[in-house]
Nanobody, 122 residues
Framework: VQLVESGGGVVQAGGSLTLSCAFS????????MGWFRQAPGKERVFVAG????????YVTDFVKGRFTISRDNTKDTVYLEMNSLKPEDTAVYYC????????????????WGQGTQVTVSS
């Protein structure tokens, strides 16, 4: 499995970005997908997750109402739409795939992308 994130960049506070994660190698529709982020000097934390069929979605409290996760199984891609960005959203954002169970625990994800940097300036 290969995961390739894109869409990161530098944006002013209050702005928006949409991250994409392209999946290849196996059947995308079999995998639950998650977005995580890691700020400098901090642990990698769960941001949002979506089940294989899109019916179950979890969004962490600190981005709820601002970030939206979605997937397109015809394009083998998962998205993270980020609105009302804040400087504290600055981090490297990673997408991850799991066959196990949709979880906030990064240890339960088998495959990871290389990450994309999001920088929010104040």
């Amino acid at each position: 499995v290969q995961l390739v994130e894109s869409g990161g960049g530098v944006v002013q506070a209050g702005g928006s970005l949409t991250l994409s994660c392209a999946f290849s190698g196996f059947a995308f529709g079999d995998y639950d997908m998650g977005w995580f982020r890691q700020a400098p000097g901090k642990e990698r934390v769960f941001v949002a997750g979506i089940s294989w069929n899109g019916r179950n979605i979890y969004v962490t409290d600190f981005v709820k109402g601002r970030f939206t996760i979605s997937r397109d199984n015809t394009k083998d891609t998962v998205y993270l739409e980020m609105n009302s960005l804040k400087p504290e959203d600055t981090a490297v954002y990673y997408c991850a795939a799991t066959l196990r169970v949709l979880s906030t625990n990064p240890l339960l994800y088998e495959y990871w992308g290389q990450g994309t940097q999001v920088t929010v300036s104040s």
